[in-house]
């Protein structure tokens, strides 16, 4: 044979063997399945990516549209919004991830319904399987919160005021840095009658920008039965109360001289359901139970702090409509139960949850202290509709 046709023979005989050919098709196959497997990692890891970026993103959303009760603090809400986002664990990307925060106040019929934060921010992932197509690949992610202007209620339906003391309740938005306002007593003389005007506010430099006025809502003096107050605010907007107490404001009897803590008659004193507890400062030391004693037959000796009287007792009302008895004993207000009692002492609508709160006052007033809680009572509730829900909601 010559070698032409033995090379022919060759050619023929490897083109017609089909010994082997699993291992080119199993070599060939294995790249595109190494291939696919890498895809899905680097698809895997955007996901991840892209739900961390996203649960950033709503975490600061909400968080910023808690802060933004009021036009003035759009500003402050949006650093809130940012710092919280920047505070996010993000899985690994390359470069800076920087949010941007916008806050829009948002009005229906000419009137404002809602203050609303949007949070974007974009991330760059890096490849790693699919680099040579792409090196990175960016993820966005958005999110809007809202914080909807609702109809808050003070029910004065359970109001009781057995006090020789005039007492007058005030509503305020707390300031965004928490700090209490002061209530300005300077005008108020011994025949004055609590003001009904709004305003009463000695405004520091500290909370120019967010102080509120004081708000009147009733008082135990000459004003008869009381009726049922509402107002509107932003769910996330935190109220306190400004219970302002005058000695001896009623029955003006000439032998009630002073309190059992040493206030004169016809003196005026404020308490704040902001501060811990709200009678704080007010008689210095004059209510530590070592050095003021009822008469009760309470042992003073085991208590941390000896303090008597929270002055204030906020408690959740039942689903029947009754509210739990108060608690009339001498008790360190530090422990169990006072602590409890001023958790939602200055709530905001998204942290009442829907629930209704009964606000049980004692002025600290007569000829001695009875820790009774029954001198100014009222319930605190919040209105919630499917359009403008009493709570900070994701709406986007």
Partial sequence: M???LYLRSLVR????????NILIITALMSTVLVYSVGVAVDYMRAVHMRTALQGAADSAALAGASAFTDAGLQTTAQNIATNYFNNA????????VTPTAVGSVITTAGVTSAYQMTVTATATMPMTFMAFIQSSMPITATATATDFIVTTTVNFGSWTSSAYDQNCIYYFSVPSDKVTPEFDLSGLGTNSTCPTTVGFANTDSSNSNSDKNFHFLFTNKDSGTPANAQFSMAAGQHIGFAFVNQVNGTVRSSGYTQNGYGAAAYTWHVFYSTESPPNDNMYGQAYDAS????GHGESTSGMAGGFCNATLEVQKVNSDGTVPAVNTNCTDWTTSPYSAFLQHASPSCTELNGSSYNFAWNDMGGGGDDFDYNDGVYNYSCSSTTTAPDTVVLTN
């Fill in 13 to 20: 005989r490897f083109g017609r063997e089909r010994r082997g």
């Fill in 89 to 96: 664990v993000l899985p690994a990307h390359t470069g800076t």
């Fill in 291 to 294: 050095l003021y004693n009822q």
């Fill in 2 to 4: 010559t070698p032409s």
